[in-house]
C-alpha cells in the first residue's frame, strides 16, 4: 500500500521515541523508503546505528554536517519526502514548529518544507494540558498541520496518568496509509462490500495435532489491503497465519474449515468474494479428547470426513450469492483442467490458478505465477509480487464490476 511513499521521520526528544523503531519497521515492511531525522535530545532514546539499520538509510542529526549541507540537506531532506511525520512530537518541539524556530536540523527542515505534516505528540499531561502548548497545537493546526493524538494513559513517570501518550505505531501507520489514500482520489470499489478468505485452516487430531497446509495467507491478506486500498468495506477471513492485520479491513480470525463456512456466511450478503484460503479437504471424523498415544496396539487408524466446500456453498448460493465469485486453485499438476473443472463445478466466475509444487516456492513465499482461468479462456499473468499480483487482481475486479 504504500510501495514507493518516501516518508521523512523526525524524532523528538521523548521516551517515546523508542516506538518508532517498531513505525520505521512496519513502514518498510509495506515498501516506503523512510529517511530519519534525530534531534539531539533523541539520539539519548535512539541510537543512529539502530535507526539507520532498520530505515536502511543513513540517518540526519546534525545541522552543519559538512557533507550534505554542502548539497543544503536541510532543505533536501524535505523536498524529496511525500510526507513528513514528526513523532514523538515534544512540547518544545512543537513549540519550536508553531513559532518558526528553526536552531537545530529537525526545525530547520521543518521550516523549509513544503509537503504536508503529520505531528504525533508525547508529553506529560500536565504538559499537554498547558495553556502555551493548547495555543501551539491550535497554531500548527490552522496552519495545516494534521494533528494525530495523543492517548489517554500511563506515563513513564510513576504515577503519572492521562492525556499524553503518544499512539501507537499501528494507529500512525493507519493514519499514514489514510493520508495516501485521501490523496489518491477517488476509490473504484467505494461502496462495496467484499470477503476475503486467507490462509490454511488447521483440522484436529487430538488436542496437539491438527492436519494442515504450507499457504501462509501472504496472497490473502495483500488481496485485502489492495481492496481497502480501492475503497472497499472489507472482511478478512483468516485460517491461523502469522501476519499482521491488514490496516482498514475488519479481520475474523478461525481455525477449521467448519469455522470459516460460518464465518463467510455471516459476512453475506457482499458484492464480491475472494476465496484465497487454502482450505483443508477433510478433517478426523472425531477428533480425540486426549493427546492419542503409542501403544500396543500400533499404529492409529484415522477416519476422515470431508469439510464443506466454502467456495462451491457461496458460489451456488440459492439466494445471496455475489455478483462476483473468484476462486484460487493451488494445483501440482493439470494445473488448468484442474482449473476449468473447478470454474465449472463451484459455480465461480474466476479461478486464479497456480502451480504450488515445492519447486516454484510460492506457497509461503512473496512472488506467485498465476493464471486467471475464466469460461472465455486463459490469460497468462507473468512471475510477480504477491502485492502486485493483489493489485491487478483488484484492477479486473473492478473492472468486471463495471
Known sequence: MLADKRILLVIGGGIAAYKCLDLIRRLRERGATVRVVLTPAAKEFVTPLVVGTLSENPVASELFDLTS???????????????????????????????????????????????????????????????????????????????????????????????????????????????????????????????????????????????????????????AAALVKAGAEVTLIAGPVALADPVGARVVRVVTACEMLAAVEATLPVDVAVMAAAVADWRVDAAAAEKIKKGPGGTPT?????????????????????????????????????????????????????????????????????????????TDWPDLPKDEVAAQLVAMIVEKLG
Do not use: C
Open 69 to 223: 549541507e554542502q548539497e543544503i540537506g536541510h532543505i533536501r531532506l524535505s523536498r524529496e519526502s511525500d510526507l513528513v511525520v514528526v513523532a514523538p512530537a515534544t512540547a518544545d518541539l512543537i513549540a519550536k514548529m508553531a513559532n518558526g524556530l528553526g536552531n537545530d536540523l529537525a526545525t530547520s527542515l521543518l521550516l523549509a518544507n513544503d509537503k504536508p505534516v503529520i505531528v504525533v505528540p508525547a508529553m506529560n499531561p500536565r504538559m499537554w494540558a498547558h495553556p502555551a502548548t493548547r495555543r501551539n497545537v491550535a497554531r500548527l493546526a490552522a496552519d495545516g498541520v494534521r494533528i494525530l493524538g495523543p492517548a489517554a494513559g500511563k506515563m513513564a513517570e510513576r504515577g503519572e496518568e492521562g492525556l499524553g501518550r503518544m499512539v501507537e505505531p499501528m494507529e500512525i501507520l493507519a493514519a499514514i496509509e489514510a493520508f495516501f489514500a485521501e490523496a489518491e482520489g477517488p476509490k473504484p470499489l467505494a461502496g462495496k462490500r467484499v470477503v476475503v478468505t486467507a490462509g490454511p485452516t488447521h483440522e484436529p487430531i487430538d488436542p496437539v495435532r491438527y492436519i494442515a497446509n504450507r499457504s501462509s495467507g501472504k496472497q490473502g491478506f495483500a488481496l
Open 302 to 378: 484415522l477416519a476422515f470426513v470431508e469439510n464443506p466446500d466454502i467456495l462451491a456453498t457461496v458460489g451456488r448460493h440459492p439466494a445471496l450469492r455475489p455478483q462476483l465469485v473468484v476462486g484460487f486453485a493451488a494445483e501440482t499438476e493439470n494445473l488448468i483442467a484442474n482449473a476449468r473443472g473447478k470454474l465449472e463445478r463451484k459455480g465461480a466466475d474466476v479461478i486464479v490458478a497456480n502451480d504450488v509444487s515445492p519447486k516454484t516456492g510460492i506457497m509461503g513465499g512473496d512472488r506467485n505465477t498465476v493464471r486467471i482461468v475464466e469460461a472465455s479462456g486463459v
